[in-house]
């Protein structure tokens, strides 16, 4: 019989991950989703080494891994090439030395299968939900119809306004840089198992992450940085002027970039998002939702399978819920913070007009970087490893 029943407000990454695990300690769960169907879409991103770790606990990793490529690390350049990074994962010590370039479906797919298989999971779809926290017990409003449960857990993503009322000390700004994304063969010559970047000033950035592997090579996602403004008036004429741009900017990835049509990019906007306490009563906010950073250090999604983990690892000890959601904080919330931090720091060495920020990238950064502690300070940060903590 399961023993108490749960919300879940956002059918993401966070959201199954968080419903599998919640159903394995025996609550009843309900995934609450706006969209009217399943949405495996999305580009692709780095999943660091804990975030392949919480797959396993799952038991996906295996069919996820053989749908993305290991990746070794990151390299980035000016287009002066002069080198600004070369970060390795071989580095790291621990079991799992390589993050996981995989496209968003990959992951989606196998945590969608994995929650749709459980009968103590249900979904409701095309659902516009309002949530009550003023009780002890969280209720949730469909239409004219409401039901209470013993938790709740917000994992809407970071466009999401669920939590603007009961959170109201919740930071959320939009960052001004954007980008532009991609899917694409990766170029010839390029490594498949590397995160290749380059830059020129602070103003323009590209990257290329492998993804998959095809019949036909090898699937990569290109990022290309937009500011507001480019952004804000990107249309179909447009488009043939930054693909130029991009072709000229990358030579040797042109040929990749050339049978690119305009409906084949994305433009994605980030939001720096900070919760100081993403709790109250018992509604529990996690991933995108909670803490959201720019994409340049490759964390979101290693992020919110953590937040999932965590919690379930938080519940199980049988504790009362409140101390149960104390406990996850007090483990999750130095490396949320740490993370934000490193992300609101570098993201302008990398997405700016001013010159100082490159500037100081170049020549005081990348120099600096290639002092051993500094190194490993930075090879571990990609790779989700400072101030990670779980219950096993
Ligand atoms: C369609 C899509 C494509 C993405 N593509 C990329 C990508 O290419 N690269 C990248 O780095 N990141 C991408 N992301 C973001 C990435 O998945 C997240 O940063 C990360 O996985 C953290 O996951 P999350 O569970 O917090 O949020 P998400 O995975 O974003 O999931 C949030 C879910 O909540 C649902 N939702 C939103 N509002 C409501 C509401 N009011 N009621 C109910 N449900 C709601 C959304 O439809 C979504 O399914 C994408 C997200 C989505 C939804």
């Known amino acids: 019989m399961p023993k108490k029943s ?22 009843k769960v309900t995934i609450y989703e706006k969209a009217k ?22 038991g996906v990793l295996e069919e996820v891994e053989q749908l993305s490529v290991p990746i070794d690390g990151l390299v980035s ?3 002066a090439d002069r080198q600004l990074l070369n970060l390795n994962y071989s580095h790291i010590q621990g079991n799992r030395m390589h993050g996981l370039g995989v496209q968003r479906s990959s992951i ?21 939900v309002v949530l009550n926290n003023a009780n002890e017990q969280p209720s949730i409003q469909l239409g004219s119809s409401t039901q209470e449960y013993h938790l ?20 959320k ?17 390029f490594s498949e198992n590397k995160l290749h970047q380059r830059c020129h000033h602070a103003s323009k950035m590209m990257g290329i992450l492998p993804v998959c592997r095809s019949h036909d090579g090898v699937d990569a996602v290109l990022y290309w940085s937009l500011s507001e403004e480019e952004a804000g008036c990107f249309s179909e004429q447009s488009f043939i002027v930054i693909k130029q741009e991009i072709m000229r900017f990358w030579p040797e990835a042109s040929m990749s970039i050339e049978p690119l049509e305009y409906a084949d990019f994305i433009v994605a906007n980030y939001n720096d998002i900070w919760t100081p ?38 519940l199980d000890s049988g504790q009362d819920t409140q101390d149960s959601l104390n406990e996850w904080w007090r483990l999750r919330k130095r490396q949320v913070k740490y993370v934000r931090y490193v992300s609101k720091l570098l993201t302008p060495l990398y997405q700016s007009d001013k010159k100082i920020f490159w500037w100081f990238r170049d020549y005081i950064v990348a120099p600096l970087g290639k002092v051993p502690w500094l190194y490993k300070l930075q090879i571990n ?8 903590k779980t219950k096993r």
């Not at 306490?277 to 720019?294: A, V």
Request: glycine share 10%.
């Open 173 to 189: 700004k939009p960052y001004q840089w954007k980008c532009l994304w991609a899917n694409i063969k990766l170029p010839i010559d």
């Open 152 to 171: 709740c857990v917000l994992a809407s993503g970071s466009n999401s306004h669920l939590a603007d009322a009961i959170f109201p000390d919740r930071v």
């Open 277 to 314: 306490k993403p709790f109250h009563k018992n509604c529990i906010l996690i991933g995108d939702i909670s803490h959201s950073t720019s994409p340049q250090l490759g964390q979101g999604c290693t992020m919110a399978l953590l937040d999932s983990w965590l919690l379930a690892q938080c």
């Open 381 to 388: 940060t990609l790779a989700s490893n400072v101030f990670l």
């Open 77 to 79: 350049k000016t287009s």
């Open 37 to 58: 169907g399943p949405r495996p879409f999305g580009a692709g991103f780095l999943l660091q080494p804990p975030g392949q770790k919480v797959l396993a606990e799952l």
């Open 6 to 27: 749960i919300a879940i407000i956002g059918g993401g990454i966070g959201g199954l991950s968080s419903a599998t695990f919640l159903a394995r300690l025996g609550y």
């Open 108 to 128: 989606y797919n196998a945590l969608y299968n994995l929650a749709l298989s459980r009968e103590s999971i249900d979904f409701v779809w095309g659902a516009d």
